[in-house]
Nanobody
Framework: QLQASGGGLVQAGGSLRLSCAAS????????MGWFRQAPGKEREFVAA????????YYADSVKGRFTLSRDNAKNTVYLQMNSLKPEDTAVYYC?????????????????WGQGTQVTVSS
């Protein structure tokens, strides 16, 4: 089970930190990812981190603004979002898969959280 939290309303240029707590799986063995879905749009890849935490991957749209990290002792991943833009507004979902590679398509992930709303006002 994945539980996402930390969403909210923020002005453009502001910051938010999303968290995703995992239970019921061997957290240190799974890769984690974040996706987002805006109204009327498909779910899109945001960022991913491999099981060790040493490798991270980002969508071009968030590179340099978002930072993904994980704490395997706490079974939690964190998505630090800085310099937020109105186009970052979406429901953000955390996800996990059992592979050892970076994956960017939603269908490649086995486990999903419930989503947390991020709204960035201009």
């Amino acid at each position: 089970q994945l539980q996402a939290s930390g969403g909210g309303l923020v002005q453009a240029g502001g910051s938010l930190r999303l968290s995703c707590a995992a239970s019921g799986l061997t957290f240190s063995s799974v890769a984690m990812g974040w996706f987002r879905q805006a109204p009327g749009k498909e779910r899109e890849f945001v960022a991913a981190i491999l099981w060790s935490g040493y490798s991270t991957y980002y969508a071009d749209s968030v590179k340099g603004r978002f930072t993904l990290s994980r704490d395997n002792a706490k079974n939690t991943v964190y998505l630090q979002m800085n310099s937020l833009k109105p186009e970052d507004t979406a429901v953000y979902y955390c996800a996990a898969h059992d592979g050892r590679d970076s994956r960017v398509f939603p269908t490649q992930y086995n486990y999903w959280g419930q989503g947390t709303q991020v709204t960035v006002s201009s």
